[in-house]
């Protein structure tokens, strides 16, 4: 049986709604898919607008890093799955990742464990492990 989590991208523009629900089958934990989103997060730069010739890792909104994220994610068959962005939603999950252009809450059964910028969330699930 598989540790389940739901990662939830939310819009900067219409009022912090979410816009992706992502759903991870197994390793759902901090530790597990906790630092796998917090490496994708790391560096990236939210910008508005492609700067002309960058290199830098970045995503023009919120849209951009959600579309970046299931593309990162979903490799093969299986796994991973995007569900409505509807919350409060009970998808036997242990986990729910929050995303902000910001911040990420780590939500367990209900109650939340974490809530921090991208760079205190990478460093708590590195703590995790």
Request: net charge negative; glycine share 12%; aromatic share 16%.
């Given at each position: 049986?598989?540790?389940?989590?739901?990662?939830?991208?939310?819009?900067?523009?219409?009022?912090n709604?979410?816009?992706?629900?992502m759903?991870?089958?197994?390793?759902?934990?901090?530790?597990?898919?906790?630092?796998?989103?917090?490496?994708?997060?790391?560096?990236?730069?939210?910008?508005?607008?492609?700067?002309?010739?960058?290199?830098?890792?970045?995503?023009?909104?919120?849209?951009?890093?959600?579309?970046?994220?299931?593309?990162?994610?979903?490799?093969?068959?299986?796994?991973?799955?995007?569900?409505?962005?509807?919350?409060?939603?009970?998808s036997?999950?242990?986990?729910?990742?929050?995303?902000?252009k910001?911040?990420?809450?780590?939500i367990?059964?209900?109650?939340?464990?974490?809530?921090?910028?991208?760079?205190?969330?990478?460093e708590?699930?590195?703590?995790?492990?």
């Open positions: 049986m598989g540790t389940r989590s739901l990662t939830y991208v939310y819009d900067d523009y219409a009022d709604t979410p816009i992706i629900c759903y991870r089958q197994y390793d759902g934990y901090p530790s597990g898919h906790g630092a796998d989103l917090a490496e994708f997060l790391h560096d990236g730069k939210l910008v508005n607008g492609i700067p002309f010739g960058t290199t830098e890792k970045m995503f023009n909104g919120m849209g951009c890093l959600a579309a970046q994220m299931v593309a990162h994610f979903k490799t093969e068959v299986g796994g991973f799955y995007l569900y409505p962005p509807v919350l409060n939603q009970d036997g999950q242990d986990y729910e990742y929050h995303v902000t910001d911040n990420v809450k780590i367990c059964y209900g109650d939340t464990e974490f809530d921090g910028t991208w760079e205190e969330f990478a708590y699930c590195e703590a995790a492990e």
